[in-house]
């Protein structure tokens, strides 16, 4: 697998690990981001698509890069999963990969 950045319209950028490669994007391990000080968005896990969106006017980018190029994560949850990166990810993604990928999808919803 690979590091995946995200760019946004104003330069601001987040990290994530692209745990499953397709034709036209990923699933992401996204890290937590901080675009503002006061709008930040927790760590999540979802697909992310590599196609040109023609209802998005601004300018992002998405990176696919080396998995040793050196990221300081927020989360400690996609720090773990990071730490495994390289030869053996596959099988230990298989393994723990359902369990993170469940509690990270659910990380936007409010908690009572």
């Known amino acids: 697998m690979s590091l995946y950045r995200f760019t946004n319209s104003r330069g601001?950028?987040?990290?994530?690990?692209?745990?499953?490669?397709?034709?036209?994007?990923?699933?992401?391990?996204?890290?937590?981001?901080?675009?503002?000080?006061k709008v930040s968005v927790p760590a999540?896990?979802?697909?992310?698509?590599?196609?040109?969106?023609?209802?998005?006017?601004?300018?992002?980018?998405?990176?696919?890069?080396?998995d040793d190029t050196p990221v300081a994560w927020q989360d400690k949850r996609v720090a773990e999963v990071a730490s495994h990166l390289g030869e053996g990810f596959a099988e230990w993604w298989a393994e723990h990969g359902p369990a993170i990928r469940k509690e990270l999808y659910k990380t936007h919803y409010k908690k009572d």
């Open 12 to 37: 601001r950028f987040h990290w994530g690990i692209a745990v499953e490669l397709l034709d036209n994007g990923a699933y992401v391990v996204s890290d937590a981001w901080q675009p503002t000080e």
């Open 44 to 66: 999540s896990f979802g697909y992310v698509s590599f196609e040109h969106n023609p209802f998005v006017q601004a300018e992002v980018k998405h990176e696919l890069l080396p």
